[in-house]
């Protein structure tokens, strides 16, 4: 008898100790709304064993894993709960976000897509889309996509900063440049303020790039790429001591920046520091082999050093892929010269006449 008593107090302590659903699915409801996402998960789970067909239990769990950055247990998640409640918009869009934020954009604009064609009005649905096109390379699509919600939407700065990217890497940048720098002054974004003057540098819009650069230091010194903005705008306008000195800062800072490199390299070359100049084009060449630019500079620095066959072959690749390139023709026509090849450079001459009245077209 005392045997089975006290098998029978065991049993009951036991018992006491498991917590039913509701005080389960309370603990873990709890936990998430204090930011304790793991043992949120750890509750959900012990539920989803206990009630697996309860869709609030699974899209909860979805979330909870989804802040922890576990996206693909949430996906799995949210897909059992889109599985009993097909037509739910919000369980379909959280699955979007955790491709989205797992780096899966085809996957996250392959659930977009249908909200977006279900509510093309939505905003949030709609930015969200356009980012994944746009950053899988989709200018274009993104574009079509987010430029009628700009005019329904025109201070929205999400939206704005959304276009203005696709705009600006679509080529199109005196229509990206406002966009962009409407959402730098609104939210005086160090990262706005530096696409604002790379895009104004691009269009020769000195002034106002170094501005925009400028503004970009007030509220990060250390923002990658800064130093490199400010030397290339400073070589445009013609502080060359000021340019090497900011190029200093970002070869210093990140040995890797091409343009960094490239820029230096020129600018080391105007001021007749021939050998260092040559040590920075040649580490922009290595960084990118095929780059056009890069081995042009080469071949300055191979003529300022006087060796002018090597220039002319360098001079001659680039020619090769870019024929309508005017400055390239103007200095491959005066080496011509200088290696007594006078047919030659003639032909270069009118090259450079023909490009030039086309452009004065």
């Known amino acids: 008898m005392r045997c089975a008593a006290f098998l029978f107090l065991v049993a009951c302590a036991a018992a006491a100790q498991v917590s039913s659903p509701e005080q389960l699915f309370r603990e873990a409801v709890e936990a998430q709304r204090r930011g304790d996402d793991a043992a949120a998960v750890q509750k959900y789970q012990e539920l989803v064993k206990l009630r697996p067909d309860v869709v609030e239990v699974r899209a909860n769990l979805g979330a909870a894993l989804a802040h922890l950055g576990r996206f693909d247990e949430a996906i ?88 203005g990217q696709a705009l600006i890497h679509a080529g199109r940048l005196a229509d990206g440049l406002p ?39 007030r509220v990060n010194q250390q923002l990658p790429g800064l130093y490199t903005l400010q030397g290339k705008v400073l070589q445009d306008l013609g502080d060359n001591q000021g340019a090497i000195a900011a190029l200093n ?47 042009f500079e080469l071949a300055r620095v191979e003529r300022a050093q006087n060796q002018l066959d090597a220039a002319v072959r360098d001079m001659e690749t680039v020619e090769r892929d870019n024929p309508n390139w005017l400055q390239l023709h103007v200095e491959l026509a005066a080496l011509y010269y200088k290696v007594h090849r006078p047919e030659d450079g003639a032909k270069e001459r009118a090259i450079v006449d023909r490009l030039t009245a086309e452009q004065q077209k």
């Open 76 to 163: 799995v998640q949210y897909r059992a709960a889109i599985a009993a409640l097909p037509n739910n918009t919000g369980l379909r869009l959280n699955l979007a976000l955790a491709y989205y934020k797992k780096g899966d954009l085809a996957g996250a604009a392959r659930e977009l897509k249908p909200l977006h064609d279900a509510d093309p009005a939505d905003l949030r649905v709609g930015i969200l889309l356009g980012q994944c096109y746009a950053r899988q390379g989709h200018d274009a699509d993104a574009i079509a996509l987010l430029s009628p919600l700009e005019s329904a939407h025109p201070g929205d700065l999400d939206l704005a900063w959304a276009l």
């Open 179 to 217: 966009l962009v720098a409407q959402v730098a002054e609104g939210r005086n974004s160090a990262e706005a303020w530096l696409l604002a003057g790379d895009t104004a540098l691009r269009l020769n819009f000195f002034e106002r790039a170094r501005g925009y650069a400028d503004a970009a230091a």
């Open 249 to 295: 800062n970002a070869v210093e800072a990140d040995a890797s920046d091409f343009d960094a490199q490239l820029t230096l390299g020129a600018v080391l070359n105007v001021e007749r520091d021939v050998d260092g100049a040559r040590l920075h084009v040649e580490r922009a060449l290595k960084l990118r082999p095929s780059s056009a630019m890069a081995r």
